[in-house]
């Protein structure tokens, strides 16, 4: 049985999965789409959207909370600087995911997250 199992550890130890989350969120906000695989795309916006909602407060405990998440200064700032402004208004819902198809190597399936 799989009760309470929400999380998808996508084949990975914990450390390397937070690790691999972190720097693909911060890979999001500076170029606001990248590619990769339906699971990992399902698993980063399950990590950026409470990310981006803390982000839209711009107090010292809101930004050291996201450093601690995302670990890089300058995407954090680039988070609280130009990404929180656009999505201000917006209750919720900050990123999209679109399928691609399957790559070619190894037939996964591969899909486009990006910021609204």
Known sequence: MRHGKKVNHLGRKTAHRKSMLANMACSLI??????????????LKQFVEPIITKSKLDTTHS????????????????????????????????????????????????????LV
Request: aromatic content about 4%; glycine content about 8%.
């Open 30 to 43: 500076e170029h606001k789409r990248i590619n990769t695989t339906v699971a990992k795309a399902k698993a």
């Open 63 to 114: 930004r050291r909370i996201v450093m601690a998440r995302l670990r890089q200064k300058e995407a954090v700032t680039e988070l609280f600087k130009d990404v929180s402004v656009k999505v201000g208004d917006r209750p919720g819902g900050y990123t999209r995911i679109i399928k691609l198809g399957n790559r070619l190597g190894d037939n996964a399936d591969m899909a486009m997250i990006e």
